[in-house]
T-cell receptor, first 114, second 109 residues
Framework: GAGVSQSPSNKVTEKGKDVELRCDPISGHTALYWYRQSLGQGLEFLIY????????KSGLPSDRFSAERTGGSVSTLTIQRTQQEDSAVYLC????????????FGSGTQLSVL | AQRVTQPEKLLSVFKGAPVELKCNYSYSGSPELFWYVQYSRQRLQLLLR??SRESIKGFTADLNKGETSFHLKKPFAQEEDSAMYYC???????????FGKGTLLTVNP
C-alpha cells in the first residue's frame, strides 16, 4: 500500500493527560523507529523495534514514555502524564531490517500539550 | 558514542550560487553517512548516502575521514532546493541512525 502511516496527524492535549500515537509501517518492513522532532533539536532517537522486540529503548526521555509493537506491524507510542516539554512532532519510520537506504518516514504526529 | 554536528542552523544563498552544508561527525569506527531532506509540507526523505557516491539533484557529498566531515555541496543552487537538510550517521550497531540538528537552506531568487 502507501507509505508509513501515522495517526493522529495532530493531537492537542492538556498537561497531565495520557496520549497514544500510532504508526502503521510499510508492509514487510521489520525495522521500525520512533523519533522526536522539535525546533532547534533536530531528530531525537526514541526507540527501535526489530519485529516485536525493542533491543534499544535508550532514547526514551523518561519512564512516562513507552512503546510497543504487535504482530510485527503496528506500533503505539504512549506518553503518560504529558508535560509541555513533550510538545513536538513524533515521527515514525520503517525499513526492511536496518536498511537505511530504504528507510521511509511517516508524516508525523504534531503533539501540543497545553 | 556517535554524534553528528551541523554548525549552521540557517543558510541563505542566491539562486545560481554554490552552496555547502556542513556536517561533522564523531564516531570511532567506520561510519555510514547520509543526507536526508525535508521539503515544505513533505516527509523526510533520503537524499544521498556516502557509499553510493552518486549525485542526486545536483548534490554531492564526500566522506572525509581525516576531517570527520561529510559536507553536502551543489555548484548552482535552485529555488526548489530550499528545505531542511539533516546529516545522519549509522555506526557499527547498524540499527541506530543518529541525526544532526539540521540546516534550513533558503535559496533566494
Amino acid at each position: 500500500g502507501a507509505g508509513v502511516s501515522q495517526s493522529p496527524s495532530n493531537k492537542v492535549t492538556e498537561k497531565g493527560k495520557d496520549v497514544e500515537l500510532r504508526c502503521d509501517p510499510i508492509s514487510g518492513h521489520t525495522a521500525l523507529y520512533w523519533y522526536r522532532q522539535s525546533l532547534g533539536q533536530g531528530l531525537e532517537f526514541l526507540i527501535y523495534f526489530q519485529g516485536n522486540s525493542a533491543p534499544d529503548k535508550s532514547g526514551l526521555p523518561s519512564d512516562r514514555f513507552s512503546a510497543e509493537r504487535t504482530g510485527g506491524s503496528v506500533s503505539t507510542l504512549t506518553i503518560q502524564r504529558t508535560q509541555q516539554e513533550d510538545s513536538a512532532v513524533y515521527l515514525c519510520a520503517s525499513s526492511p531490517r536496518q536498511r537505511f537506504e530504504k528507510l521511509f518516514f511517516g508524516s508525523g504526529t504534531q503533539l501540543s500539550v497545553l | 558514542a556517535q554524534r553528528v554536528t551541523q554548525p549552521e542552523k540557517l543558510l541563505s544563498v542566491f539562486k545560481g550560487a554554490p552552496v555547502e552544508l556542513k556536517c561533522n561527525y564523531s564516531y570511532s569506527g567506520s561510519p555510514e553517512l547520509f543526507w536526508y531532506v525535508q521539503y515544505s509540507r513533505q516527509r523526510l526523505q533520503l537524499l544521498l548516502r556516502h557509499i553510493s557516491r552518486e549525485s542526486i539533484k545536483g548534490f554531492t557529498a564526500d566522506l572525509n575521514k581525516g576531517e570527520t566531515s561529510f559536507h553536502l555541496k551543489k555548484p548552482f543552487a535552485q529555488e526548489e532546493d530550499s528545505a531542511m537538510y539533516y546529516c545522519a550517521l549509522s555506526g557499527g550497531s547498524n540499527y541506530k541512525l543518529t541525526f544532526g540538528k539540521g540546516t534550513l537552506l533558503t535559496v533566494n531568487p
